[in-house]
């Protein structure tokens, strides 16, 4: 097992603890180009979340960790009805115990860079049924809303990460890295 210098992200998942925007974008974008290429390989995680990403500033590093869940890519071993992973960060899909897909992974990362501009996760609730319910069916409050601080494209990149519908998503982690750069861009404009 590889030595990674870093700390995982979940240090900077409480509003006391944010790293800056422009951080937390090119942070994220790193994580996508990987599970870009992850997903080209048949693999998807299905437990994307701040504490399996781990983050080193000098130099700067990220790496997804934890591939323990991981399941490649095939209809035929499929086993609907199983839920695996951590429920804050689950996808609709896998809420449901449907298969777990590239997208599903998206969704997952939406929640964890949603955690990461706001200091809180999207859903906020006291139990798993109800965490169920506010994944499958509820919107949650504009991230430009709760953290005054951040650029609009940063709304528009979270919404489409977290949307309910797999198809209304990113169709690839490489096409919210493109959304990514953009936000970047822009914030270093400021």
């Known amino acids: 097992m590889d030595y990674i210098?870093?700390?995982?992200?979940?240090?900077?998942?409480?509003?006391?603890?944010?790293?800056?925007?422009e951080e937390i974008f090119r942070i994220i974008e790193r994580v996508e180009?990987?599970?870009?290429?992850?997903?080209?390989?048949?693999?998807?995680?299905?437990?994307?979340?701040?504490?399996?990403?781990?983050?080193?500033?000098s130099p700067f590093t990220v790496k997804i960790a934890d591939f323990g869940v991981a399941k490649i890519s095939d209809n035929s071993?499929?086993?609907?009805?199983?839920i695996i992973g951590s429920p804050f960060y689950m996808s609709p899909?896998?809420?449901r115990g449907d298969q777990a897909?590239?997208?599903s992974d998206i969704f997952s990362l939406g929640v964890t860079l949603y955690q990461l501009l706001c200091g809180e996760l999207p859903f906020k609730v006291d139990n798993l049924a109800s965490l169920t319910y506010e994944i499958i069916n509820s919107e949650p409050k504009d991230v430009t809303e709760i953290n005054l601080d951040l650029p609009l494209l940063a709304r528009d990149i979270t919404?489409?990460?977290?949307?309910?519908?797999?198809?209304?998503?990113?169709?690839?982690a490489k096409s919210m890295v493109d959304d990514l750069g953009s936000a970047i861009r822009q914030l270093e404009i400021y």
Do not use: M, W
Not at 5 to 13: M, Q, R, S, V, Y
Not at 43 to 55: F, G, Q, T
Not at 159 to 172: C, F, G, H, M
């Open 159 to 172: 919404r489409k990460a977290l949307q309910k519908d797999p198809n209304d998503r990113y169709q690839s």
């Open 77 to 82: 071993q499929t086993k609907v009805g199983s």
């Open 101 to 103: 897909t590239g997208s």
């Open 5 to 21: 210098n870093g700390k995982t992200l979940d240090e900077h998942t409480t509003s006391e603890a944010l790293l800056p925007a």
């Open 93 to 95: 899909e896998q809420i």
């Open 33 to 57: 180009l990987a599970l870009d290429y992850v997903h080209c390989q048949g693999v998807v995680h299905r437990d994307i979340k701040p504490s399996n990403i781990i983050y080193g500033d």
